[in-house]
Structures are given as C-alpha cells and as structure tokens.
C-alpha cells in the first residue's frame, strides 16, 4: 500500500515537472519567433556619458539579436569627438538602429542631426526639426577664420560621406554644416532625395511603418524589417550614467563651482571644519569632470574667483564699497562666460546666475564680517582675560600688603598701588603669576 502511494506521488511529480519544462520550452520558442526591438531615450547633451549610453544600448542589441534599436533622440548637440564615437559603432553594429526625433516639438540640432544621418532609418515625429550643424569652439576661446574653415570643411566631408552611403541628400546635410540650416519633418522628407525615411507619430507607429521594408546597411547589404507585433523592450541608463550626465549639465555643474569654492573658503577660514572641506572638494572634483565635457571658458572661471577675492577683501580695505562692486561685477561675467556656447541648453541660465552671485556675496561678506569682529574681541580666558575685569576687595589691600580679591568668580591675591579697604570695587590693571595688581574704581 505504501508502495503504491509512493510510487503515485512520485507519478505526480514527474508530470508537473514535464508539463513545466514543457511550459517554458514553448515559452522560450514563442519569444524566439517574436521580434525584440530595444527602445533608448536619449535626452541630453552628447558627450562621453550619452556616448557610452549609446554604445552599450547597441552592445546589448547586438548580444541579444534585436530585429531592431530605436533611439528615441531629443538633442541641442553636443561634442563632435563623441558623436563620432556613436557613429563609429552605430556602422559597425549588426542590429539594425533607428534613430527616432520625437516627440513633436523636439529637436536633433548639431550632432544630433549627424547622428540621425548615419542611422539605418531616420525618422521625424511631426512638428520636430534637425540640422545647423556649423561647428563650434569648444574651449571658449576665439578661432581664427582659417581654423573655422578647417573645422567646417572636415565636418562637412564628414556628413556628405554618411549622407552618400546611405543614400540621403547630400547637398542639404552638407548645407546644415556651412550655412547652420535646419530643415522641419516636412522639410527633411519631402527633399529630392530625402534626409530622412519615414515620419511616425511615436514609437509603435514607427513599429508599425518600418514592417517589412528593405533597407540598406552601410556595407550595402540589405535587411528586411520584421517589427510586426514585436516585443519592445526599453532601456534605460544605469544608475552611475545618470548620475554623472545630470552632472555634466551647465547649471548643474555651475552650482558644483560655487559649491566647492564656498566651501574650501570656509574651511580655510575655519580650519578644522572638515565637512565644508570635505563638500568642497568634492563639489570640485565633480564640477572639473563637468568642464571636461561642456566647452568651458576659463578666462570665465578665473573672473569668478577674482571676484570671490574682491568681496574678501572689501572687509579689508576701505574701499566705500567699490570691491564689492567688482566683485559683483566678476562673479556675474565669469558666470556668463563659463560655459561659452551658441547653443542656449549649453549656457548657465541668467536666472541662476544672478541669484546665486547675490547669494555668495552675501555669505561670503557676512563670514568675513564674523571672522574679523572675533579678532577684535576683547579675550575671554587666559591672562589677557583677567585683564580690565572688574572685582571686590575681600580683605584690605595695599602697596606693601597682600590681600584677597574676588574677581572672575575665583578668589585671588592682589596688591594695589594705594592702599584699598574690604568692600571696595576694583579693575585688574596688571597680572604676576598668581598675584593681581588692582586700583579702585568708583562704583556706578
């Protein structure tokens, strides 16, 4: 009889282990036979942390054969050098990639338009824009004709080679690099040949038009789109890529530069502190990675702290107030020259410069204001502070003869340069060791 149990449960278990391993079996298969699509939003200026965004989107696609990878773009633009890094892996990759200007109202401007010029499919969600692609400085500093030229010239040979290979207009990318066009959805599709492949309202629509086209890879092979029905998978950035790329924005890492210069101010002043410092440094080490990425002008960074000095040193020197107008003055031009760009997204915003510059000033005075009413204060311990304080006399004193004084709570002994009675007021004029020297004082 226990046999039979046995031998029946054992019964059960094996069914319930093959009905499950036949469950997942079918399971795997059906997702082998529907297509993954992976979907990235880009939202940010193009630099090294977007860039490496990118690249590992494209690494996953490619590790897990994704039919297709849409880049969702929105974009002012951002450093060439990582622009031509996504490129590079963008032609290089096997998985087919989608480069998406969406939603409307949204741009792909400088290097987010070459960008969407070397994707397999191009595509403009309406009411979006890409192109003016003129290149600019990138340290903040004035370049001379010639070099500008240059610059343009090997920007410009640069789209007009993507724009050849994947059959796009070439007279028209090569334009949004000279003459900074821009070009709306319309615009771009429409053109003879296009700049772009399709107009979709947002990502399934594209989905759904992209179905069974043909398109062309940079090697010239042809792909066939399979993206009916397919599983959409999105990918966002790790914890670490957002972290730094909202750092590497220009308000943000303008805040880190104020941050980290009060703070190691204050820590100087105050030696000891250790968490001003400690957020200090910091905040500068991150605010430098910022301006390893942003095109900044140090002629702007140094009229910060020269104006930083100025306030300090207006609590020093009688100037009437003119150091604190100079240095008002540095802090607001340094500010608007930190981040020295055409693009309105790269600069610090006016409305974060001039409450920030009020609001540093006014800490920075009121520290130094502090700093030196302590210097001028009488001592309050020690022998300069038995000095000048007042006490009474407990037993008579005199020139000759010691006696007792009460003063600073402690009983002491004295001699005076006359002799004093019990009773009497007193002001500390000098002191030996543990003996006071007094003279009587009216009472008020």
Not at 356 to 373: E, Q
Request: with cysteine.
């Amino acid at each position: 009889m226990v046999s039979r149990t046995l031998c029946g449960v054992l019964g059960v278990v094996m069914c319930a282990g093959w009905t499950t391993l036949l469950a997942q079996t079918v399971g795997r298969s059906a997702d082998a036979a529907t297509p993954l699509v992976l979907s990235a939003d880009v939202d940010s200026i193009i630099h090294p942390v977007s860039a490496e965004y990118m690249i590992h989107t494209i690494e996953r696609a490619d590790a897990e054969r994704a039919a297709l990878l849409v880049f969702t773009l929105r974009t002012p633009g951002g450093l060439v050098d990582s622009t031509r890094q996504i490129v590079s892996r963008m032609i290089a990759a096997s998985t087919p990639i989608a480069v998406f200007v969406a939603p409307s109202g949204s741009r792909a401007a400088s290097a987010g338009f070459i960008i969407v010029l070397a994707a397999d499919v191009a595509a403009m969600a309406p009411g979006t824009h890409i192109g003016a692609a003129h290149p600019v400085s990138g340290t903040g500093e004035k370049v001379d004709e010639v070099m500008a030229k240059k610059a343009a010239s090997d920007v410009a040979a640069y789209v007009r080679t993507l724009a050849t290979k994947r059959g796009r207009n070439v007279m028209l990318a090569e334009q949004a690099v000279n003459d900074s066009r821009a070009f709306t959805e319309g615009e771009a599709l429409n053109a003879m040949p296009p700049l772009i492949d399709v107009s979709a309202t947002d990502v399934n629509d594209l989905l759904r038009k992209l179905d069974g086209q043909s398109i062309t890879r940079f090697d010239g092979s042809k792909v066939t789109l399979r993206t009916a029905g397919a599983r959409v998978v999105p990918v966002e950035m790790n914890w670490r890529q957002r972290v730094l790329s909202a750092i590497a924005h220009p308000n943000i890492a303008y805040i880190l530069l104020t941050l980290g210069t009060l703070g190691l101010t204050i820590e100087l002043w105050n030696p000891g502190s250790i968490l001003p410092g400690v957020v200090g440094a910091l905040s500068l080490l991150l605010a430098f990675f910022a301006f390893q990425v942003l095109p900044v002008n140090y002629a702007g960074v140094l009229l910060m702290v020269l104006g930083i000095v100025l306030l300090i040193l207006e609590v020093k020197i009688t100037s009437f107030g003119l150091l604190t107008l100079g240095g008002l003055v540095s802090l607001v031009l340094g500010s608007m020259m930190l981040v020295d760009s055409s693009l309105p997204e790269l600069r610090v915003s006016l409305r974060l410069i001039v409450p920030i510059t009020l609001s540093v000033a006014g800490i920075l005075i009121f520290l130094v204001r502090l700093g030196v009413t302590a210097q001028m204060m009488r001592p309050e311990t020690g022998d300069a502070g038995m000095l000048h304080q007042f006490g009474e006399v407990i037993t008579a004193v005199g020139p000759e003869s010691e006696g007792q004084v009460r003063t600073h709570g402690e009983i002491w002994r004295a001699v005076a340069t006359e002799p004093i009675g019990p009773g009497s007021r007193v002001r500390v004029t000098a002191i030996d060791g543990l003996v006071l020297t007094v003279r009587p004082e009216a009472r008020s």
